[in-house]
């Protein structure tokens, strides 16, 4: 049992001057980042197996990303290094009223291409993830995603997905991204969002009417996070509160992603045939033990860091 999780993998660089724009701040730290390539790390962390599918620069940044993922478990085969693109980069800086200043360098992520991954074997996987916060952007990335999702179900794989919205990359076209959002939805087989994508995505005020609308459009097992509050886990009429454990939080990127890692991790355990063969009581303890790996992550500063912490042990 082996998850490709596809999208991309880039750096996150961090002004660590409190309360400085970009344009003020003076020191800045490096972090590997990229939601697929967070969740393959969350993966891998838990002990089971993972490719990524990916496009960086062949510079000294892409290669840092190829061997932390390496470090980390990660099978890099299908990171391709693009010597004509710079690796993509995302800078942030927290800004005393809690708002982000945001810059987004896109560069290699986007350039992934059908070409690419046409020798991809799909079949050798159990579960494709469809994560990637760029992927619905113009470009060769957002042509090969959304074929790859064409192959994955026509391969028989179990499809994940999770949307992972960034506004700043989409506050010019919001219903771009909702509209390339629901072929998902619809087609997958498990899809994780967050309370704030599902109101979006829906159109809906409440998490609960979000609820109802989702389903109405997709037979999929689906959880929407809600921070501490925990996880409303949706199986077919079944909608249920998963709680999550009391922490004191230091960082919370990346939780999320250890989420979904997690969930994925546990499936590919369970080596199930179709989702449908998993009853309400394993996916209760699915999603429980998924919370805990998104709450020990915000004990730790930086994701892939926070990752290392993770083992299934969290989940006795």
């Avoid at 089971?48 to 993922?69: E, N, R, T, Y």
């Avoid at 979000?210 to 459009?217: C, E, G, I, S, T």
Wanted: with cysteine; hydrophobic share 45%; proline share 3%.
């Amino acid at each position: 049992m082996k998850v490709l999780c596809v999208g991309e993998a880039l750096i996150d660089m961090i002004c660590t001057d409190r309360g400085s724009s970009l344009s003020k701040g003076q020191n800045f730290i490096k972090k590997a980042g990229g939601a697929p390539a967070n969740v393959a790390a969350a993966i891998a962390a838990l002990g089971g197996s993972v490719d990524m599918a990916a496009k960086v620069g062949k510079d000294p940044f892409g290669q840092h990303l190829i061997d932390l993922l390496e470090e980390m478990g990660v099978n890099t085969k299908w990171i391709f290094q693009d010597p004509h693109h710079f690796t993509t980069f995302a800078f942030v800086s927290l800004m005393e009223d809690g708002e982000r200043d945001f810059y987004f360098n896109r560069g290699a992520d986007g350039q992934l291409s059908e070409t690419n991954l046409a020798p991809l074997d799909l079949k050798e996987y159990s579960i494709v993830h469809f994560g990637s916060a760029t992927g619905f952007l113009p470009g060769p990335l957002q042509i090969a995603y959304t074929n790859l999702l064409k192959r994955a179900k026509e391969a028989g794989a179990i499809i994940s997905f999770d949307p992972n919205y960034r506004h700043l990359l989409f506050q010019n076209n919001t219903q771009s991204f909702i509209d390339q959002c629901w072929p998902f939805i619809e087609q997958c087989h498990f899809f994780k969002l967050s309370d704030e994508e599902a109101m979006l995505i829906t159109g809906t005020d409440t998490v609960q009417h979000a609820a109802v609308a989702l389903r109405k459009k997709s037979s999929a097992v689906f959880a929407i996070t809600l921070g501490k509050e925990g996880t409303l886990l949706s199986i077919g009429d079944h909608n249920e509160m998963i709680g999550s454990i009391a922490i004191t939080p230091v960082d919370a990127t990346g939780a999320g992603d250890a989420f979904v890692g997690a969930v994925l991790f546990q499936l590919i355990n369970a080596n199930p045939t179709t989702l449908g063969a998993i009853d309400t009581t394993a996916w209760k303890k699915i999603i429980a033990n998924a919370n805990k790996a998104g709450a020990r992550t915000c004990e730790y500063m930086g994701a892939m860091e926070a990752f290392k912490h993770l083992n299934n042990s969290i989940f006795n």
